[in-house]
């Protein structure tokens, strides 16, 4: 099989098949349903039906050689660019030092990749129907409808390249009341879960995961210099102003272009690289494993306290406690 199939296509593509024909034991039309589907599927152990994502038609057209060439052309460049400034005594904005001069001489510790990791509210990811052996992962030629949810918690999620997390995640809650553009103060019912009150009578989160608030529960302009000085705090000793220089790698989503946010990251010795538009499903590191990775990592932080709490209702607080023990 080619692309997967959900189990209606299967029937559609079955009836389309033997259509104008007749059932010589009944003299009717064949009809296939869904109990003739499962027959179907059961008899042939080489087709097997599982989970699937979507990928875009957009994002599709854009996975071409020549996008992959031009955007490394760019890097190369980008690099060698910030070593040369950092060399050169009459520029004013210039780095206290860039030691690298290509990207493959940049150490893994200092290539950083933010993505947004939200749960799968799309009722359109059903199972499809692929070959039973196949290896590679199965995406599926669907339509989906974003972030329309009324509740919604999104995980701004960092790694490096050498394999770790070392900067907590950043939670995102969605409060529809709240108006876009806004940047509402996170408020006691946020932090249930996740932080502790300290003596002074401040909130503290003991794993340094912090919370946001917008509308939607995602990432905003106005929210993303938030990100940016969470990630700065949260750098390893050494890295950062003062220190070593970094990378941080993310997609051109339209939240991240906030100046102010930008900008502190650069004075903060910390340099940005944003992927090619429509690209990041396949040229991003974090798509490529660790996010889903970490939501097998609360999947099963879920069922677990599911086990336990079988007649509790699930919540905001429990959603953050469970990213708290995922992280």
């Known amino acids: 099989m080619g692309w997967p199939l959900d189990e209606p296509a299967l029937s559609d593509m079955l009836g389309d098949a033997a259509k104008n024909k007749l059932n010589p034991a009944t003299g009717l039309p064949y009809v296939f349903g869904s109990s003739y ?9 080489d087709v097997a039906k599982r989970k699937t994502s979507n990928i875009d038609v957009v994002r599709a057209k854009k996975a071409t050689h020549e996008t992959r060439n031009a955007f490394f052309d760019v890097v190369e460049s980008m690099v060698l660019r910030l ?14 030092t860039f030691p690298w001069s290509t990207p493959a001489s940049v150490p893994g510790r200092c290539w950083y990749n933010v993505d947004e990791v939200g749960h799968d509210c799309n009722k359109k990811r059903r199972a499809k ?43 995102g809650h969605s409060r529809p009341g709240v108006k876009k ?38 990432m905003t302009k106005e929210h993303f210099p938030m990100y940016c000085e969470h990630f700065v705090k949260h750098l390893p000793k050494g890295q950062g102003k003062g220190g070593e220089p970094v990378i941080l790698v993310f997609d051109g989503h339209a939240s991240r272009w906030s100046p102010r946010g930008l900008r502190y990251l650069e004075e903060n010795n910390v340099q940005c690289l944003c992927l090619p538009g429509h690209t990041s499903i396949w040229s991003q590191a974090n798509d490529a494993g660790p ?36 992280g």
């Open 37 to 45: 589907v499962r027959a179907f599927r059961d008899e042939y152990p």
């Open 83 to 96: 070593h040369n400034r950092g060399k050169d005594p009459s520029n004013p904005d210039r780095l206290s």
């Open 129 to 171: 129907l692929v070959r039973a052996k196949r290896k590679s992962s199965s995406r599926a030629w669907d339509q989906t409808d974003g972030d329309q949810t009324p509740f919604h918690v999104t995980n701004v999620f960092t790694t490096c390249a050498i394999g770790t997390s070392p900067i907590p995640p950043l939670l």
């Open 181 to 218: 553009g806004t940047t509402p103060k996170k408020n006691k019912s946020d932090l249930l879960g996740l932080a502790y009150k300290s003596a002074g009578g401040r909130w503290k989160s003991a794993s340094g995961i912090d919370v946001f608030v917008s509308q939607k529960g995602s």
């Open 291 to 326: 996010n889903g990775s970490f939501k097998h990592v609360v999947d099963d932080c879920m069922e677990k306290w599911r086990k336990t709490h079988r007649h509790m209702s699930g919540t905001r607080t429990y959603n953050r406690s469970q990213a708290n023990d995922a």
